[in-house]
């Protein structure tokens, strides 16, 4: 139903955006993490990022729908050269693009102790996963993790909408 759910707000994002001239072409990157016991299913469209803390590791659970993602995996650049490749805002799927399209939906595990962490693209392009591993790995609460993740986009350069949300396991 995820599946479901997000590609009907997807049409009638898109139906809207074509409703209205101040909103032509409109669209909007997604990521959602539903809690079922011991499970989560993650839902993605776009270049917002869902990312697994446990045991100290930090794993990424989507991956980007983005042209430079693509590059990246067909190994046609390099990380250091997606970093200013003039299409790394481009993405390839997204909330309200036509034609509709599924967005990515997997389920796995929630074990007690871990962390989900879910963010827009204003924390991931600017912090590294090393230095979102120490904030969360250092910083109990979820709340004030979400502080010190914001802060450090910030310091970095901040240009992009910054969204973080971590939900703990206990």
């Excluded at 707000?9 to 409703?19: D, G, P, T, Y």
């Excluded at 990157?29 to 539903?34: A, E």
């Excluded at 990022?49 to 446990?54: E, I, K, Q, S, T």
Aim: with cysteine.
């Amino acid at each position: 139903w995820l599946k479901r759910d997000i590609l009907a707000l997807s049409q009638r994002l898109h139906v809207e955006s074509i409703r209205h001239v101040g909103t032509r072409g409109m669209g909007s990157t997604v990521v959602l993490g539903m809690i079922q016991d011991d499970r989560i299913h993650i839902a993605h469209m776009g270049d917002s990022r869902a990312y697994l803390f446990r045991d100290g590791m930090l794993t990424q659970l989507t991956d980007d729908h983005s042209v430079v993602a693509l590059l990246l995996k067909g190994k046609e650049i390099t990380p250091e050269d997606a970093k200013v490749h003039p299409a790394r805002s481009h993405l390839t799927r997204y909330v309200g693009m036509e034609p509709a399209i599924y967005p990515d939906v997997r389920t796995l595990f929630f074990d007690t102790g871990s962390r989900l962490l879910l963010c827009t693209d204003g924390l991931s392009g600017l912090v590294s996963d090393r230095t979102i591993s120490q904030i969360l790995g250092d910083t109990p609460a979820p709340q004030q993790a979400c502080q010190l993740l914001v802060g450090a986009a910030n310091r970095a350069g901040g240009q992009d909408n910054i969204t973080v949300v971590v939900v703990d396991r206990r």
